[in-house]
């Protein structure tokens, strides 16, 4: 098929392309660059932690190095998914049929689903974030939650770490929904 795309990064332009929501678009454009920003931040971290460990043998060394690469995939597949479950399916539609729209409301729900994906990383962050932390030497103490959201904060900060995934997982589920759902 000619409009076929080639795996993952052939997925956002052909997701892009496909789509008739602005919505989902919107979302393909800041998916993209969150899932880019993501990458970069966890190849970053595998290199540091490739640096910190180099000298070591195997061991709980190599097994925190896979669990930072662990840790990357598993951040950037919620925000992925939006876009890579609309393209398959348009292009399984489209294989069966010419005609082949999906239901109405299912690209612009993948992307409030992608958008909650967006946000729940950043709010598993802001409630994974210890009390007290050492910083190149330093004990730097979080900061206090203030301005207009503090009430928002403080909550997330009232959470156990634990709990923090969570909100990923909750986003991540909400997506996996939408598309059995309408599909």
Known sequence: MADDYGGILG?????FRRSDSLLFRSYVLVGGLVTLGLALTCVLAVVVVFGQTAGARGGNFTLSRSFVALLGLLA?????????????????????DASFEPPEHYEPLLAVGGYLCVLSLYLALVAS??????????????????????PVVAALYA???LAAPLLPISAA?????????LT
């Open 159 to 161: 959470l156990p770490s």
């Open 11 to 15: 997925a956002f332009p052909y997701a």
């Open 76 to 96: 950037v597949l919620p925000v992925v998914a939006p876009v890579l479950l609309a393209a398959r399916t348009r292009r399984r539609g489209l294989a069966e």
């Open 129 to 150: 974030m210890p009390e007290t932390f050492t910083l190149d030497g330093e004990t730097v103490t979080r900061p206090a939650p203030s301005g207009p959201l503090a």
């Open 173 to 181: 589920a909400f997506v996996l929904a939408v598309h059995r759902r």
